[in-house]
């Protein structure tokens, strides 16, 4: 019996799909009732246990509160996560219905209008998954990575010293250190009146479904505590090679704006940080050859000198 096979036995699923394999494989399956849900089956050494019930909890708190989210479901035994003989853990949430917002590394979709309208319903989205959160009482247990200054911009970030990625020239790897230096100045400065919290950290085109005039959020796995604004800054990382790209960043802060306030004058900050740290997460992930290295390269080395001469 296969890991899928096993895995979907323990919540009586049926008729496996294999839709995504990278930091986790998620299928598409078939519960007994007929209904769909997606089977995780998590990336042994990525996330602790005690991390992605954390994830699941809040995921859950979150569904429960109305966002548009996947809500967890139990296993045939009544947990959350079961572990395989292989060591694996496996996980099943509430199947979303929608088409990707986008795709990574391709011009968004859709006509102007269509993209500020979803820019601007995806900054209300985000800003109700932080509003919600701000009212938890997080478990005592909760624990997830942290995407604070450490996290992004300290001696061994969460996704690496993207500083060494070794396709870096001797001036693109002076640049970035340069980067690190000034996104860790602003974000201490920043730090100083904004308190991190649980946040997605992943809010890519890839995990906004759209579903006729709705949005949801889905795949929490590299959600945990940092700056809530890390969480727009991750949506323009997407979009800096859109022509419309401010008015994009205008509508996502209008509708984020709606439902909380902040230092806006930080997402291109915030944008940097993540565009920094993509290449760290690539480095160990892809092979040597693979285009998206030498993407995420230049988008790094483009918007740190943009950012840096204050053109951003």
């Given at each position: 019996?296969?890991?899928?096979?096993?895995?979907?036995?323990?919540?009586?699923?049926?008729d496996l799909r294999?839709?995504?394999?990278?930091?986790?494989?998620?299928?598409?399956?078939?519960?007994?009732?007929?209904?769909?849900?997606?089977?995780?089956?998590?990336?042994?050494?990525?996330?602790?246990?005690?991390?992605?019930?954390?994830?699941?909890?809040?995921?859950?708190?979150?569904a429960k509160a109305?966002?548009?989210?996947?809500?967890?479901?139990?296993?045939?035994?009544?947990?959350?996560?079961?572990?395989?003989?292989?060591?694996?853990?496996?996980?099943?949430l509430a199947w979303?219905?929608?088409?990707?917002?986008?795709?990574?590394?391709?011009?968004?979709?859709?006509?102007?209008?269509?993209?500020?309208?979803?820019?601007?319903?995806?900054?209300?989205?985000?800003?109700?998954?932080?509003?919600?959160?701000?009212?938890?009482?997080?478990?005592?247990?909760?624990?997830?990575?942290?995407?604070?200054?450490?996290?992004?911009?300290?001696?061994?970030?969460?996704?690496?010293?993207?500083?060494?990625?070794?396709?870096?020239?001797?001036?693109?790897?002076?640049?970035?250190?340069?980067?690190?230096?000034?996104?860790?100045?602003?974000?201490?400065?920043?730090?100083?009146?904004?308190?991190?919290?649980?946040?997605?950290?992943?809010?890519?085109?890839?995990?906004?479904?759209?579903?006729?005039?709705?949005?949801?959020?889905?795949?929490?796995?590299?959600?945990?505590?940092?700056?809530?604004?890390?969480?727009?800054?991750?949506?323009?990382?997407?979009?800096?090679?859109?022509?419309?790209?401010?008015?994009?960043?205008?509508?996502?802060?209008?509708?984020?704006?709606?439902?909380?306030?902040?230092?806006?004058?930080?997402?291109?900050?915030?944008?940097?940080?993540?565009?920094?740290?993509?290449?760290?997460?690539?480095?160990?992930?892809?092979?040597?050859?693979?285009?998206?290295?030498?993407?995420?390269?230049?988008?790094?080395?483009?918007?740190?000198?943009?950012?840096?001469?204050?053109?951003?």
């Open positions: 019996m296969s890991e899928s096979q096993e895995a979907a036995s323990a919540w009586g699923g049926h294999l839709i995504r394999n990278r930091e986790n494989a998620v299928y598409e399956m078939r519960l007994p009732g007929g209904k769909r849900a997606a089977l995780r089956l998590h990336r042994q050494g990525y996330q602790a246990e005690a991390a992605i019930r954390s994830e699941l909890w809040w995921c859950a708190a979150l109305g966002v548009a989210v996947p809500d967890p479901l139990v296993s045939r035994s009544g947990d959350l996560l079961v572990r395989l003989d292989s060591g694996r853990i496996a996980s099943v979303v219905d929608g088409a990707p917002l986008g795709e990574a590394g391709r011009p968004l979709p859709g006509n102007a209008a269509q993209q500020v309208a979803w820019h601007h319903a995806l900054g209300r989205l985000v800003a109700q998954v932080h509003r919600v959160t701000d009212g938890l009482i997080l478990p005592g247990d909760f624990t997830r990575p942290r995407w604070d200054i450490d996290g992004l911009t300290g001696e061994e970030p969460f996704w690496g010293r993207f500083w060494e990625h070794p396709a870096l020239t001797a001036d693109e790897a002076a640049t970035l250190r340069r980067a690190r230096d000034f996104t860790r100045e602003r974000l201490t400065d920043y730090a100083r009146t904004a308190a991190p919290g649980p946040i997605h950290a992943d809010v890519l085109r890839e995990n906004v479904l759209v579903n006729g005039h709705s949005l949801s959020l889905i795949d929490f796995d590299d959600s945990g505590i940092g700056f809530r604004l890390y969480d727009l800054g991750t949506v323009m990382s997407q979009n800096l090679y859109q022509a419309n790209r401010q008015a994009l960043q205008a509508a996502l802060i209008d509708g984020y704006a709606s439902l909380r306030d902040d230092d806006f004058s930080m997402v291109d900050v915030f944008t940097l940080a993540r565009t920094l740290a993509s290449v760290g997460w690539a480095a160990p992930r892809l092979p040597h050859l693979d285009p998206v290295h030498r993407r995420h390269i230049d988008r790094a080395v483009m918007w740190s000198a943009q950012v840096m001469s204050g053109s951003g």
